[in-house]
C-alpha cells in the first residue's frame, strides 16, 4: 500500500529563519508529487508539482526538490504569513489503468514575528 | 477563471440522517475527487469520477456514495450518519487524471460537516 510520510509534525520559527519540511514516500509507478499549503477551515492551495528525481521548483520563499524516496520543502527567511499546513501528495499507479493521489498527514508551520 | 465550488459549506446533522454535498468543478475539468478530511487521519481519498463513471474508490463504508453529472458536476452522499462521519469534506478537480499523466488537482473550500 502507497504511504506518504511527513515530518515533523509540527515546526515553529522565528521569521527570518530558514528550515525545511520533509515528505517521505513509499510507492509503485510514481506519476507526480505535489505541495500544497492549507490554511485553517480552506481547501488545500497547490504549489508545486514534482515529476521525476533531481527536479526542482521555487516559488517566492519556497523551494521543493525531489529524489527517489522523499522531497523536501525548503522555505528561505519565512514570515508569519507562511504559517500554515503544508500537505505533500503523491500520485501512483492504483490498479487498473486508475492512479490515486495519497496524502501524507501534514506539517504545521509557525512562524512568529 | 472560477475555482472549485462546494456548497453548502457548513451542515450540522444528527445521527442516523443523511446528507448530500454537492461540488462544481473549474469550467473543463472533467476529473472530480472527494476527499474526508480529519484531525486524526487526515486526507484520506474517497472516490473519483470521471465522464459519470466512477473510476476510483477509497476504503470507506457503502453509506459514503457520489455521482457525477454530465455538467461534470458531483455529489456526494452520505447515509445513515455517525458521529464519525463529522469532518471536513473536500472536493478536487483536475482536468482528466488520466493514466500516464500527471493532472493537478485543485481544491474547493470544503464542506464543514458535524454530525451530532
Known sequence: ?113 | KAGVTQTPRYLIKTRGQQVTLSCSPISGHRSVSWYQQTPGQGLQFLFEYFSETQRNKGNFPGRFSGRQFSNSRSEMNVSTLELGDSALYLCASSLLLVTGATDTQYFGPGTRLTVL
Open chain 1, 1 to 113: 500500500e502507497d504511504q506518504v510520510t511527513q515530518s515533523p509534525e509540527a515546526l515553529r520559527l522565528q521569521e527570518g529563519e530558514s528550515s525545511s519540511l520533509n515528505c517521505s514516500y513509499t510507492v509503485s509507478g510514481l506519476r507526480g508529487l505535489f505541495w500544497y499549503r492549507q490554511d485553517p477551515g480552506k481547501g488545500p492551495e497547490f504549489l508545486f508539482t514534482l515529476y521525476s528525481a533531481g527536479e526542482e521548483k521555487e516559488k517566492e520563499r519556497l523551494k521543493a526538490t525531489l529524489t527517489k524516496k522523499e522531497s523536501f520543502l525548503h522555505i528561505t527567511a519565512p514570515k508569519p504569513e507562511d504559517s500554515a499546513t503544508y500537505l505533500c501528495a503523491v500520485l501512483a499507479h492504483s490498479g487498473g489503468s486508475n492512479y490515486k493521489l495519497t496524502f501524507g498527514k501534514g506539517t504545521l508551520l509557525t512562524v512568529n514575528p
